[in-house]
Nanobody
């Protein structure tokens, strides 16, 4: 049974940094590409960044390029998102998941972790 739990969010001043973590279980983590997504109230969930099972970063949203870095630890089934130079527009609930051709692996999604950057 797939299980994804995000953590590491919080409130940080503009220009600050946070590191998000995602603990994965219930599937062969090292066989799947993984991604970070984010969502703000009233908007669709958007893809932030993706990484292959072999640690190649394959996507970064234009809005986070040069500021956010995705990484993973296959031995411990963990996914990370290092977020630097945070801006008010980064405020959102952040989720992890495994992107598939026609959706995501865990359709129920995890609880997410709230990131708040005051304007």
């Amino acid at each position: 049974q797939v299980h994804l739990v995000e953590s590491g969010g919080g409130s940080v001043q503009p220009g600050g940094s946070l590191r998000l973590s995602c603990a994965a279980s219930g599937f062969n983590f090292d066989s799947f590409a993984m991604g970070w997504y984010r969502q703000t109230p009233g908007k669709a969930r958007e893809l932030v960044s993706t990484i292959t099972s072999l640690h190649t970063i394959t996507y970064e949203a234009d809005s986070v390029k040069g500021r956010f870095t995705i990484s993973r630890d296959n031995a411990n089934s963990m996914l990370y998102l290092q977020m630097n130079s945070l801006k008010a527009e980064d405020t959102a609930v952040y989720y992890c998941n495994a992107p598939l051709r026609d959706g995501v692996l865990y359709s129920a999604w995890g609880p997410g972790t709230q990131v708040t950057v005051p304007s």
